[in-house]
């Protein structure tokens, strides 16, 4: 069984970094997408950040574009998400989440539709 193990969350000041972890643990395979989505109070839970393993592309949510980055150690099956310039609505409960089961379609479909594994989430706050 695949288990998903999310760590990196934190208080910290608008402006500031933080860097959210996933391990992928009992993966027979290295070919995944994996990423984050974060569920603020009040909201729905929406997909942020996605990568994929065969090529590494990548697939941000345009309200953090050019301020978080997704990478991953596929020898580790890790991703990370690297979140800088944190903006008080960036504050969430972020899950790490993962389509293990990839098709062959394009890598926002797999990430949105085809997610079969979550991760516990993780708390990030961003105080103004």
């Known amino acids: 069984e695949v288990q998903l193990q999310a760590s990196g969350g934190g208080l910290v000041q608008a402006g500031g970094s933080l860097t959210l972890s996933c391990e992928a643990s009992g993966l027979s395979h290295g070919r995944y997408v994996m990423g984050w989505y974060r569920q603020a109070p009040g909201k729905e839970r929406e997909g942020v950040a996605c990568i994929n393993s065969r090529d590494h592309e990548t697939y941000y949510i345009s309200s953090v574009k050019g301020r978080f980055t997704i990478s991953s150690d596929d020898a580790k099956n890790t991703v990370y998400l690297q979140m800088n310039s944190l903006k008080p609505e960036d504050t969430a409960v972020y899950y790490c989440?993962?389509?293990?089961?990839?098709?062959?379609?394009?890598?926002?479909?797999?990430?949105?539709?085809?997610?079969?594994?979550w991760g516990e989430g993780t708390q990030v706050t961003v105080s103004s």
């Open positions: 989440a993962a389509d293990f089961n990839v098709a062959s379609r394009a890598l926002v479909q797999n990430f949105y539709y085809g997610i079969d594994s």
